[in-house]
């Protein structure tokens, strides 16, 4: 624990120039395998080279003689914080505790503390308390002169960081040979079988003696017969193969020249393909709903419905609004959602509007959804924009493009 301290502080101290000034067990937390972790450093404070700091702050119990004394000090502050968290580990207790802060104080200044029970610890550790507790900064060593003391625990310690290190590079190689070695295989498998197959079509054309196309009918014969190699199973890959020799030669099989193999690569049935719902493409037809309606001709009479719809298609456009806030709004309208829309408009606006749609100036009061008087729901405005469709022939027309649409293959 006390050398991943040690490069914890050298880390701070030599490379960041940075005091912690608040250094306790309480900032020190243990993980996994003894990994340690210097926290809190909300009294930490940077600082330039060969400068020092004067501000009284930290923990008082583990504060060194300079800041009691309120002199200037450096990182052997943190020093000193590191020797009494070594003593407390020992003694289960702080090297200087007391009741009466004027005798706290002056036993931090003369570093006065209990000693360590002989024969409890080896004398590497009494010796480095003894070193970091020194009241005298200039004899207290900074955080390279500790590392020095305990540098051949260190050395063991990193020796068994490369090794794990090392390890774990092995494990990872062998992964990945091993994942290359499958792929490999997958692949030469793959092969094996489009030679089988290909061999098996030479044979049967062998046996059949076809009569020989020309090269226009040939190529003509195979922009026809090509399948994808996507939509075939394994299990289909000579019926594929069989499909695509109806354009090779038996000129081109006695040069020696193959057909391009139709079932390499991965292979899926026709049959086990389904399509998915789109809640994206769901979202758009939503919208195309709301631009259809406000896109109709002008309608003979004022139709208070019409203008509700349109009023909602602008507060999803105006200016200011964003793609996000226009899925969100239209995710609500297609689950019918309860909640009133946003429309930037008052009740008093909205009140006309909702009279005059419903035919019953008590309808706003007698709802179970809420008063309509404070606005028109998602659910309201849904229902509004599918009679509205229903009375255009949206649907109709809809059900006529796309027959329409399969029509057209099959006339081909």
Not at 164 to 172: M, P, T, V, Y
Not at 241 to 251: E, F, I, M, N
């Amino acid at each position: 624990m006390e050398d991943m301290m040690c490069r914890a502080l050298r880390y701070l101290h030599k490379e960041k120039r940075i005091v912690h000034r608040d250094l306790t067990p309480n900032n020190i937390m243990l993980g996994e395998k003894d990994k340690v972790t210097i926290t809190d450093f909300g009294l930490a404070k940077q600082k330039q080279e060969n400068s020092k700091l004067t501000s009284v702050v930290g923990t008082i119990l583990y504060s060194c003689p300079e800041v009691v004394k309120n002199e200037p000090y450096g990182e052997k502050a943190d020093v000193w914080a590191v020797g009494c968290i070594l003593y407390q580990m020992a003694a289960l207790q702080p090297p200087f505790n007391s009741s009466n802060m004027l005798s706290l104080a002056s036993k931090i200044v003369e570093a006065v503390y209990e000693p360590i029970e002989d024969g409890a610890f080896s004398e590497r550790v009494t010796d480095m308390i003894r070193w970091c507790l020194s009241p005298d900064a200039d004899q207290r060593p900074d955080i390279v002169a500790v590392s020095s003391r305990i540098s051949d625990i260190m050395m063991r310690l990193m020796d068994g960081l490369y090794a794990s290190q090392n390890a774990l590079e092995r494990r990872a190689e062998r992964d990945r040979r091993r994942a290359q070695r499958y792929f490999l295989e997958r692949h030469r498998g793959r092969t094996d079988c489009c030679h089988s197959n290909l061999s098996q079509e030479k044979s049967l054309m062998n046996a059949e003696t076809p009569t020989p196309l020309s090269s226009a009918a040939c190529s003509s014969n195979h922009s026809e017969q090509t399948i994808s190699r996507d939509d075939v199973s394994e299990g289909d890959a000579e019926a594929c193969g069989l499909k695509s020799s109806a354009c090779v030669t038996p000129d081109h099989i006695q040069s020696g020249s193959r057909p391009r193999p139709v079932s390499a690569g991965i292979c899926v049935s026709q049959k086990k393909v389904r399509q998915i719902d789109d809640p994206i493409q769901r979202l758009l037809v939503q919208l195309h709903k709301i631009i259809y309606v406000t896109q109709l001709p002008p309608a003979p009479h004022h139709n208070i419905k019409r203008r509700v719809v349109e009023r909602f298609k602008k507060s999803l456009f105006h200016h200011g609004s964003d793609p996000y806030s226009l899925k969100a709004e239209l995710s609500k309208l297609l689950q019918a959602s309860p909640e009133l829309l946003e429309l930037g408009s008052t009740s008093s606006d909205w009140f006309p509007l909702v009279h005059h749609f419903t035919g019953d100036p008590h309808a706003a009061d007698s709802t179970g959804d809420g008063n309509l008087k404070d606005g028109v729901t998602y659910q309201q405005m849904q229902g509004i924009v599918e009679e509205l469709l229903e009375e255009n022939g949206y649907y109709e027309a809809t059900h006529s493009r796309v027959a329409e649409k399969r029509s057209d293959p099959e006339n081909k």
